[in-house]
């Protein structure tokens, strides 16, 4: 069983892959073994997070998620706990390995079985979900089960969200989709909005495979702390056979410079942004000038920053190693650019020239929502990868729902698909913002990173970020390993922030320290 935090690659497998290596194992092993070795696996995980937890509550479902609950049950009850079973199922219905775990469950003496889950449970108890696994029916079709087991699932899952005692969820948090990581309809918690998180699992185990869905979107939220355990598949079957829905990005390789360097063996990054009050009196050269600093301390050689707003760019005084220049003085072709931080309106007449000569370019915030109403534009920026000039998106859910024509719930639902069709449609590598970013690049595996919080959810560590990918492409790194390089240091340094700190963008790109 593995802890898993940032600190290792792992392979993700969605449902589909999950079921395939689940059926090639159950292949070459005795029936009801896997599920003995899940159920196994739970008890050992709760007894290790919770092992003075004087009730242990079993939420139990209907099929198999359920039958891993039932067998935690048995040797939870063997090792001397109390534990109480409230099971969804009914006989007829059952799946053919949680019916045996569900008649050992029924056959040790000191469990107690309730329809009525115990309502007084405390910090002191634990509860073990197990409603629902992988078979979680995402579709809004009627489900074929009685209405009276959905109003119980319901209230289950309401009273497991709101207990007072640590939930530990059995393989995925019951209700959330694997393979997206959004809540199937009807299963939602009940509040859910950013100031108020819903009481969600303290732990989760997932079983055989880990999943996408528990990384993206509400994954994070849901899971809390995840666990893996591969009930043997590595040793037996090797995971190798499948590949890999996605990544989840482990630390990149450590660099250190070499003794004999300096700034031109790092590169020149150039920032192109933030449109100047006098066009619009919307000022926004503040985030030209973030990106400009993340770049500088990503370890870009030199960096330039072209305001697009000429009058006020010799009044700032900013960083002094930022080094201001008119766009037109910029050598697009040396450059690595970043373009379109706070750019506003003012950033369309520098489009066309960056998208064809820029030599490396990130495209960020106002550029891709220019992009995505110009088809010329769109003509151009596919045209970069021809050329064998490296290109990185940096949308938010909306900008991507914009460049595909499509709703940013629609770019949320589907969080891996989306950013893959985005790098598929523009030929270039693409970083999906938000909880759990997602870094596509055409016909590669993508990648979703491990680090971050919502402390960043605050204006202009976007712009941040794209600076520090563009430090990265500056010291020519291949596009796609910059930006999970990028995404995965800007979100370490969130989570290693002080708690007694503020984070503001502008102190966050101070902090980065990477090359
Ligand atoms: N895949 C594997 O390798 C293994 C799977 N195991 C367990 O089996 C689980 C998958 O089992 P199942 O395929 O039986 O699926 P689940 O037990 O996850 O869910 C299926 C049951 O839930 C009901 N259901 C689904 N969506 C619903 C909804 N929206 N509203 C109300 N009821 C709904 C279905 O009618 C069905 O009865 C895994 O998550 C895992 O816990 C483990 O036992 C061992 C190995
Ligand atoms: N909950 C979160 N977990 C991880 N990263 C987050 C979270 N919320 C926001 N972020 C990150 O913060 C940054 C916000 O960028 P963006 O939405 O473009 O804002 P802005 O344009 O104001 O800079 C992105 O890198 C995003 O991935
Ligand atoms: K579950």
């Known amino acids: 069983m593995q802890r898993i935090t940032p600190d290792q690659t792992y392979p993700l497998f969605n449902t589909e892959a999950t079921r395939r290596l689940e059926q090639a194992m159950a292949a070459q092993l005795a029936p009801h073994t896997l599920m003995q070795r899940a159920g196994l696996a739970v008890a ?26 039932l067998e935690a049950a048995h040797h939870l009850a063997r090792a001397g706990r109390k534990v109480v079973i409230s099971w969804l ?12 775990s569900w008649e050992k469950a029924r056959h040790c003496a000191n469990i107690e079985w309730a329809d009525t889950p115990p309502t007084d449970l405390t910090g002191q108890d634990l509860c073990i979900d197990a409603l629902l696994g ?31 005692a640590p939930v530990l969820a059995v393989d995925v948090p019951s209700g959330l989709d694997a393979d ?28 055989l495979t880990l999943k996408p869905g528990l990384f993206t979107a509400h994954g994070r939220d849901a899971a809390g702390q995840v666990w893996w355990h591969d009930l043997g598949a590595t040793a037996e079957t090797g995971l190798n056979h499948e590949p890999p829905t996605a990544w989840l990005a482990g630390p990149p390789p450590r660099g250190g410079r070499l003794h004999a360097s300096h700034k031109g063996s790092y590169g ?18 503040g985030a030209a000038l973030l990106a400009g600093s993340a770049a500088l301390h990503g370890g870009a050689g030199r960096v330039l920053v072209s305001l697009l707003d000429q009058d006020q760019a010799t009044e700032i005084h900013t960083q002094p190693e930022l080094m201001l220049r008119r766009f037109e003085a910029l050598e697009l072709e040396s450059l690595s650019v970043v373009c379109g931080c ?4 003012a950033v369309r007449t520098v489009l066309p020239a960056v998208l064809q000569r820029a030599q490396a370019l990130v495209l960020d915030a106002d550029a891709l929502n220019i992009i995505s109403t110009d088809g010329a534009l769109q003509q151009a920026l596919t045209a970069r990868s021809a050329r064998q000039h490296p290109t990185v998106l940096t949308p938010h859910p909306l900008e991507a729902a914009r460049l595909l024509h499509t ?9 891996l698909m989306a950013a893959r069709e985005l790098a598929k449609k523009f030929q270039c590598t693409v970083a999906l913002k938000g909880s759990g970013t997602v870094i596509a690049h055409p016909d590669d595996i993508p990648h979703i990173n491990p680090t971050g919080n919502g402390s960043l959810a605050t204006a202009g560590t976007g712009d941040v970020l794209a600076g520090l990918l563009g430090a990265g492409l500056a010291a020519g790194m291949m596009p796609l390993q910059a930006a999970i390089r990028a995404v995965f240091a800007h979100g370490q340094v969130a989570d290693a922030w002080p708690l007694d700190e503020p984070l503001t963008a502008g102190a966050l790109a101070r902090r980065i320290k990477i090359g």
Do not use: F
Not at 268 to 285: F, H
Not at 407 to 415: D, E, L, M
């Open 44 to 69: 050992q995980l709760a007894q290790a997070i919770a092992p003075h937890a004087r009730t242990i509550w079993i939420a139990c479902g209907p099929g198999n998620n359920g039958g891993d609950g």
């Open 89 to 100: 199922g009914t006989t007829e219905t059952l799946p053919p390995d949680a019916r045996q």
């Open 134 to 164: 992988i078979g979680v029916r995402s579709s809004t079709r009627p489900t074929p089960s009685a209405p009276t087991h959905d109003t119980v699932l319901a209230q289950w899952l309401a009273q497991l969200r709101s207990s007072a």
């Open 180 to 207: 997206t990581g959004q809540y199937a309809p009807g299963l939602e918690p009940a509040t859910h909005s950013a100031a108020a998180k819903p009481g969600t699992a303290q732990h989760t185990l997932s079983l």
């Open 268 to 285: 020149d990054v150039a920032v192109v942004g933030g449109e100047g009050l006098a066009l619009r009196g919307m000022g926004m050269t």
């Open 342 to 345: 706070g750019g506003g309106q």
């Open 407 to 415: 709703t940013s719930a629609q770019v949320q639902a589907h969080r």
